[in-house]
């Protein structure tokens, strides 16, 4: 009876935790009839919820946001102040207080910078000696007219952390695809471990059956007791395979549980109940494969991941390009006597802001072979064209593999095809040979034989099965994407 994953999880929590009394593993295939089907997607549902890989992986992004976040805090308003003060054998020498904020804007690389300034004493210097005024009050600004004006060490490490962010998401989604991906392979080996069990130990079943009405005839008399001795032979051989049968599917079913976690942290042991789905073979449409191929195009982590370093290599080697100009900082600002704050003294109109109250200032350095900017943006372009041929032998790659997994996909379709022709063909010459033995006109050995190769031939088709939902992972994990 199918149930949901929430009725498959409060089942495994009720069972308890590994080690708990009726938390452990099945011993044998589950024999009530009221199981539940843990569907695939429901595994895949419960792996994106609650496995830590994937919630590391979530993690990433909020890293590469914590690092725009510093990356940002080169443009805070920063508050200041310088104090310094020398007396000696009674004289105060000098006295100096200065206090301000500075705020950098963005955009344009400008720095707003707003200042007081207090001086005095005996021999402070004559360029800081205020007279009849209690300070200096000075409105101005930093541009950078040459080097820096466009962008910066400052906007640069910004950039570059913004970027980061869109590698970050790519690790994650290249992680998640990774981490389901392998979790559908686990989830098809525990499907295949499971049919095999169930064939096998139908098998053992009717050979079974087959040797105690054997063993009835020839108490009667009907048959020889050879043929008991060979139908034991059957039965025990059979147990063998069950038993191995049981070690495979237990072990599947731990490698399945590594999966399960509840929203705890919790690891979750797959209840005793659960089997997991029929195995759904149809034919996938060319169409699929071109979707997949442009989905690739665009959004294939690999590619993504090269395309965003490409960016960052440019916004870098825009940077170092702005490093060839000279260093040319224009400082301007206005200067004001009369107090900004409180009530005014007996400071003349004129020692206001105007324009004759002001400080001008430029600075001027430039390298005269830039030797070093010059090999560092050398540098860059090399790598970004190592990195544009690499993008190229990826895309190339990811084309190839995306390709070759169609091929096995569509080999394996032709396959399951076959397979099952051949075992309805078998099934039906087991039923003629145990019609032929049941009248006399066979012998137990060629029922055996046919019954067994019956079994083989479903054997391999439910590894056929298998192995075709996993290439259907592959393909899909190929082009960058889940099923």
């Known amino acids: 009876m199918k149930r949901n994953l929430l009725a498959g999880f409060f089942i495994a929590l ?26 695939a997607a429901e595994y895949y549902e419960a792996v994106t919820g ?24 080169a443009f805070d308003p920063k508050l200041f102040t310088d104090y310094s003060k020398k007396q000696f054998g009674g004289t105060l020498y000098y006295e100096k207080w200065q206090t301000g904020l500075s705020v950098p804007i963005l955009p344009g690389g400008v720095d707003l910078k707003i200042t007081h300034d207090q001086a005095g004493g005996r021999y402070v210097n004559p360029e800081d000696r205020l007279i009849n005024i209690p300070g ?41 695809n990774k981490t389901l991906f392998d979790a559908a392979k686990t989830y098809w080996d525990w499907f295949l471990a499971h049919q095999q069990f169930r064939l096998i130990d139908n098998g053992l079943g009717l050979a079974e059956t087959r040797f105690r009405a ?54 979750i042991d797959l209840p005793d109940q659960v089997v997991p789905q029929a195995a759904m073979v149809g034919f996938t ?39 060839l100009q000279p260093q040319i900082n224009l400082n301007a600002g206005l200067i004001s006597g009369i107090p900004v704050f409180g009530a005014a003294g007996n400071e003349p109109p004129y020692y206001g802001f105007m324009a004759s109250n002001h400080k001008v200032g430029l600075d001027v350095v430039f390298p005269l072979f830039l030797r070093k900017e010059r090999g560092k943006l050398q540098q860059i372009r090399i790598k970004a064209n190592q990195l544009s041929l690499e ?20 080999a394996l379709e032709r396959q399951l095809t076959v397979q099952e022709q051949t075992v309805r063909n078998q099934q039906r010459l087991v039923q003629a040979e145990q019609q032929k033995f049941s009248i006399g ?15 083989d031939l479903q054997l391999k088709w439910e590894e056929l099965k298998s192995k075709y939902q996993k290439t259907l992972a592959d393909l899909y994990y190929r082009a960058g994407t889940v099923l």
Do not use: Y
Request: with cysteine; charged share 25%; aromatic share 4%.
């Open 14 to 39: 009720v069972c308890g935790p590994p080690g708990a009394e009726g938390g452990r593993l099945v011993q044998t295939a589950p024999q009530s009839n009221d199981t539940l089907v843990f569907t």
């Open 285 to 323: 449409d060319a169409a699929v494969l071109e979707a997949l191929l442009g989905r690739a195009a665009e959004q294939h982590p690999e590619l993504t991941k090269l395309q965003t370093k490409s960016r960052q290599l440019a916004v870098e080697e825009r940077f170092r390009r702005s490093l």
């Open 214 to 267: 054997l063993r009835e005839r020839a108490l009667l008399g009907d048959a020889a007791f050879i043929d008991t001795t060979e139908a034991f032979i059957t039965v025990q051989d059979r147990q063998v395979q069950r038993e191995q049968a049981v070690t495979l599917l237990q072990n599947s079913r731990l490698r399945l549980s590594a999966f399960l976690w509840n929203a705890d942290n919790q690891p």
């Open 391 to 410: 993008r190229q032998q990826v895309s190339r790659d990811i084309v190839v593999d995306v390709r070759a997994a169609w091929n096995d996909l569509k």
């Open 441 to 455: 006109e066979s012998s137990l050995f060629l029922v055996n034989s046919r019954e067994s190769k019956l079994i």
């Open 136 to 176: 200096l009050t000075t409105v101005g600004v930093s541009v950078p007219v040459g080097q820096g004006l466009l962008i910066d060490a400052r906007r640069n490490a910004l950039r570059q952390a913004q970027l980061a962010v869109d590698l970050a998401e790519a690790d994650r989604i290249k992680l998640i």
């Open 50 to 73: 609650f496995h830590p890989i994937v919630r590391q992986a979530r993690l990433l992004s909020d890293e590469a946001r914590r690092e725009v976040m510093q990356a940002r805090g």
